[in-house]
């Protein structure tokens, strides 16, 4: 059992950045990849990033490549999102996920572990 613990949400001006960090706890972090998903008022939860168990690949929506970095540390067990260049449309809740399989890292039925989420707010 994996428990994921999502920080670093808030508020900030179009434009902005953010740091979101996701700890984990009760597994072996290191075979786990990583994602990160958000929702929208009103809308379905979406894909915006994912890292492999190594770190060695990583993958991004179209709509957040080039402003958003995601990376883990495998020692402390952590992983996180770097949110630069933030719109009004990034605006959500965001989800940090764990998945024991390779593979289909856009897919969020293929992930096993879930945080609680952390609000992100852009103001225009």
């Known amino acids: 059992q994996v428990h994921l613990v999502e920080s670093g949400g808030g508020l900030v001006q179009a434009g902005g950045s953010l740091r979101l960090s996701c700890a984990a706890s009760g597994g072996t972090f290191s075979s786990y990849a990583m994602g990160w998903f958000r929702q929208a008022p009103g809308k379905e939860r979406e894909f915006v990033a994912a890292i492999s168990w190594s770190g060695a690949g990583t993958y991004y929506a179209d709509s957040v490549k080039g402003r958003f970095t995601i990376s883990r540390d495998n020692a402390k067990n952590t992983v996180t999102l770097q949110m630069n260049s933030l719109k009004p449309e990034d605006t959500a809740v965001y989800y940090c996920?764990?998945?024991?399989?390779?593979?289909?890292?856009?897919?969020?039925?293929?992930?096993?572990?879930w945080g609680q989420g952390t609000p992100v707010t852009v103001s225009s």
């Open positions: 996920a764990a998945k024991s399989t390779q593979g289909y890292y856009r897919t969020d039925a293929t992930y096993e572990y």
